[in-house]
């Protein structure tokens, strides 16, 4: 789907590039929409997204059953991150939102809404669900730094006017989700992603669930073994005038270990980025990614997976 969002033409827009395209990157201050996000106060445009309606009396045990996320007790309007993921444990789709009482409404990244509503179709049965993609109609928006929402497109151009928050681009809102060392689905993940790897055990995965594909996987590494690979936040060479890009490698002592990716610049951190590095990398060495020195902050630990361990 091609968009370009009504709110491109508020004054000081500046549109993003790459998978964000269509969307505005920053309104003419990125530093400043941190922290107005920060405060609460801000509004993030996120209708370059994809958008899935699944509606249906059946549409929460169902779910339960195909996701990582424990889905029978949900509360309206209680926010969700749930993910599909391949028989041997690798994530397959990513996607958030969260459920109206009605139906569940969710977001996923842009041109994943086709794929994921296809899987989804094909795993129906005679289950009492309907899965619509909707991202003609409906668009997602950030009202903060967590808060996402589902607004009407015909209705996107009128949301700044319509409260007292103010617009905020996507770079102010990638800054403050890398700075929290949350990944981003295909842009901090690829095809050999397990959840282990990046964190996302205990918010998008449920560990006390029934059965799930993929679940041996996740169950195994985190009760036995240690994930090849981790989540790590580096912390940039502030006096290099560049961000490395997503794919680039990340490397130790001149030796691949990695692959950058998302990286961003922060109002307090400076320059940051996300990357998978191999387990076995020394927490304490200096990298560097696309070239740039970096520090490293763990976000998975390296023993993630040995729960079990000797008291000295």
């Known amino acids: 789907m091609s968009w370009a969002s009504p709110l491109l033409a508020l004054p000081g827009a500046v549109e993003a590039d790459g998978i964000d395209a269509g969307v505005a990157a920053h309104y003419g201050d ?20 994809g958008v899935v309606r ?22 309206p309007h209680h926010p969700l991150t749930t993910l599909v993921l391949s028989p041997h444990g690798h994530v397959e789709h990513a996607m958030s939102g969260y459920d109206d009482g009605e139906a569940l409404w969710l977001h996923v990244e842009p ?17 009492q669900v309907e899965v619509e993609d909707i991202s003609s109609q409906w668009a997602a928006v950030a009202r903060s730094q967590f808060t996402v929402e589902f607004v009407r497109r015909l209705e996107l151009g ?8 103010r617009p905020c681009g996507v770079w102010a809102f990638e800054a403050l989700r890398i700075a929290r060392g949350e990944p981003r689905f295909g842009l901090d993940t690829d095809h050999k992603t397990i959840p282990n790897e990046v964190g996302w ?15 041996e996987t996740v169950a195994r ?18 006096s290099v005038d560049r961000l490395p890009l997503g794919g680039d490698a990340v490397e130790s ?3 691949e270990v990695g692959r950058v990716g998302s990286a961003a610049r922060h109002h307090e951190l400076g320059p940051i980025a996300l990357a998978v590095v191999k387990r076995n990398v020394n ?10 020195p970096a520090f490293q902050e763990i976000v998975v630990d390296p023993e993630v997976g040995l729960h079990v361990r000797p008291r000295v």
Request: with cysteine.
């Open 158 to 165: 009128s949301q700044p006017g319509a409260s007292d928050a």
């Open 253 to 255: 002592d001149g030796r």
């Open 111 to 127: 041109h994943a809404a086709v794929p994921l509503v296809a899987w989804l179709q094909s795993m129906r049965f005679m289950m």
């Open 201 to 215: 055990i205990g918010s998008a995965v449920h560990l006390d669930k029934g059965c799930y594909r993929g679940q």
């Open 30 to 49: 990125p530093f400043r929409e941190q922290k107005v996000l920060l405060a609460g106060e801000g509004l993030v445009d996120l209708s370059h997204r």
């Open 283 to 292: 927490p304490v060495a200096v990298l560097t990614a696309g070239g740039v």
């Open 221 to 238: 590494v985190h009760t036995l073994g240690r994930p090849p690979r981790r989540l790590v936040l580096l912390h940039l060479d502030g």
């Open 54 to 75: 699944v509606s249906g009396p059946d549409r929460l045990t169902w779910l339960h059953s195909l996701t990582t996320q424990h889905l029978l007790a949900l509360q």
